[in-house]
């Protein structure tokens, strides 16, 4: 009895399709990451005696796609399975696994592929992604940083053509801010050269103290497009340079008096608040009154003139309460002065809308 079943599984077992390979495996060699996919051909045969189906084919990455004969294979023909490798983003060595499953009597089967990835040369504009027309760059916004006053702050900005043609490329600044000086290193530019904007900022030829903030636009080809698109932001902190100070002009240094906090009292919605809040000298030198700024773009503040020793001047302020919901407001002003212990003095104003 266990004999008879014994020759009836090995009868049947000649009877199930085999599955053999050409090859199992593949080497690409060195291939470049620029040039994309790669792909081989792994021809198998059934050498058994019924059709053979292959149920399954799976790669050990997703890096790696195999497409297979999916119809039955009949004795004595053949099927392919194709793999194909990405090597996008993978530089290097790499060696993959295709594991097959059927219905031959080894119902697993592997094949392999290996090889390694020769990097893509890195354009300029692979990293340089804010768009301007047709060039890019990796950042349309400068800091320049804190510049002493009488001096020159200096930077650049790069950027690259991603077009096809040349393009000529020149900046436009507003007269008002003739105190930035920019030139162009690179015009025209050609397809991923790179240039620059370089800017120099002269505090010689502003009267602006603390911080400053002024555009440029890019005009590329003679048209010039006054939009954000186009925009270039260059921000810089002008400060008082007080580091050649004698030890006598520190003793007849201006001295700055002001409230921390000024509450300016109440006003109805709608209404516009006008205050003046008193600032004393008590050094002996006049206190010059720089700058006078606010962080709501709904006060303006006006400074005083020199303030003599012994003497008090005003810092008038205006708020326009429109579109403002009733309720207590408080607004930073800083007030820039050549009092060199606290050249940048900060003072809290609130005031309520009924």
């Known amino acids: 009895m266990t004999l008879c079943m014994a020759l009836t599984a090995v009868a049947m077992m000649a009877q199930q399709p085999v599955i053999t390979f050409e090859k199992t495996e593949h080497d690409f060699g060195k291939i470049n990451e620029a040039d994309g996919r790669v792909s081989t051909v792994f021809t198998f045969k059934n050498e058994g005696m019924s059709p053979l189906v292959l149920s399954n084919v799976r790669a050990?990455?997703?890096?790696?796609?195999?497409?297979?004969?999916?119809?039955?294979?009949?004795?004595?023909?053949?099927?392919?399975?194709?793999?194909?490798?990405?090597?996008?983003?993978?530089?290097?060595?790499?060696?993959?696994?295709?594991?097959?499953?059927?219905?031959?009597?080894?119902?697993?089967?592997?094949?392999?592929?290996?090889?390694?990835?020769?990097?893509?040369?890195?354009?300029?504009?692979?990293?340089?992604?804010?768009?301007?027309?047709?060039?890019?760059?990796?950042?349309?916004?400068?800091?320049?940083?804190?510049?002493?006053?009488?001096?020159?702050?200096?930077?650049?900005?790069?950027?690259t053509n991603v077009a096809k043609e040349d393009h000529s490329v020149e900046l436009a600044v507003n007269p008002a801010d003739a105190f930035l000086i920019n030139q162009v290193t690179l015009s025209p530019v050609k397809t991923e050269q790179v240039g620059k904007f370089v800017f120099a900022l002269d505090t010689k030829k502003t009267k602006l103290y603390g911080p400053v903030v002024v555009n440029a636009y890019v005009v590329i080809d003679g048209k010039k497009e006054l939009s954000e698109d186009y925009r270039l932001t260059i921000a810089a902190n002008i400060e008082e340079d007080f580091s050649q100070m004698t030890q006598e002009d520190r003793m007849q240094a201006p001295i700055m008096e002001a409230e921390a906090e000024i509450d300016l009292g109440t006003i109805a919605s709608g209404k516009t608040l006008k205050r003046n809040f008193a600032i004393k000298n008590s050094g002996v030198n006049p206190l010059?009154?720089?700058?006078?700024?606010?962080?709501?773009?709904?006060?303006?503040?006006?400074?005083?003139?020199?303030?003599?020793?012994?003497?008090?001047?005003?810092?008038?302020?205006?708020?326009?309460?429109?579109?403002?919901?009733?309720?207590?407001?408080?607004?930073?002003?800083?007030?820039i002065s050549n009092d060199y212990k606290q050249p940048n003095k900060k003072v809290n104003v609130s005031w309520t809308i009924e």
């Open 60 to 159: 050990s990455c997703g890096c790696t796609t195999p497409t297979w004969t999916k119809e039955p294979v009949e004795p004595g023909q053949t099927g392919t399975i194709t793999v194909t490798y990405n090597p996008n983003g993978r530089p290097g060595r790499f060696q993959k696994t295709v594991t097959i499953t059927s219905n031959a009597t080894d119902a697993t089967k592997k094949v392999y592929i290996k090889g390694e990835v020769i990097p893509k040369q890195a354009k300029p504009s692979d990293k340089m992604r804010v768009a301007v027309g047709d060039l890019r760059m990796k950042t349309t916004t400068l800091d320049l940083g804190t510049i002493l006053k009488g001096e020159t702050g200096k930077g650049e900005l790069e950027y």
């Open 288 to 335: 010059e009154i720089r700058r006078v700024y606010a962080n709501d773009e709904k006060m303006n503040v006006k400074p005083c003139k020199a303030v003599k020793s012994g003497k008090k001047g005003n810092i008038a302020i205006e708020i326009k309460t429109d579109g403002k919901m009733p309720g207590k407001y408080t607004r930073e002003i800083v007030i």
